[in-house]
Nanobody
Framework: QVHLVESGGGLVQAGGSLRLSCAAS????????MAWFRQTPGKEREFVAA????????YYADSVKGRFTISRDNPQNTVYLLMNSLKPEDTAVYYC????????????????????WGQGTQVTVSS
């Protein structure tokens, strides 16, 4: 069982930066693949970034590539999402997710791949 708690969201002007954190409970955090998704009202949940259990492989949605960086600190049971050059279209509730397995290919982009989810943190980017 893994319990995830996101923090770090807020209001920022376009071009600014935020760093989201996701603190995980459980002694097996280092064995989980982690990801960030986001969702706006009336839209489907959208994949943002993923990082494999070792931190050696990271993946990004095209819309955030070059602006966002996902990282993890396994001893601290925490995964981060550093968001730079924020745009109004980045406004959403951001969710942290954990998966104990990887099905291959681009399965990391699918929400169904993940076993645990946090409650979300709101990010609002003003123009």
């Amino acid at each position: 069982q893994v319990h995830l708690v996101e923090s770090g969201g807020g209001l920022v002007q376009a071009g600014g930066s935020l760093r989201l954190s996701c603190a995980a409970s459980g002694r097996t955090f280092s064995m989980y693949h982690m990801a960030w998704f986001r969702q706006t009202p009336g839209k489907e949940r959208e994949f943002v970034a993923a990082i494999m259990w070792s931190g050696g492989s990271t993946y990004y949605a095209d819309s955030v590539k070059g602006r966002f960086t996902i990282s993890r600190d396994n001893p601290q049971n925490t995964v981060y999402l550093l968001m730079n050059s924020l745009k109004p279209e980045d406004t959403a509730v951001y969710y942290c997710a954990a998966s104990h397995s990887y099905s291959g290919g681009i399965s990391y982009t699918r929400g169904s791949e993940y076993d645990y989810w946090g409650q979300g943190t709101q990010v609002t980017v003003s123009s």
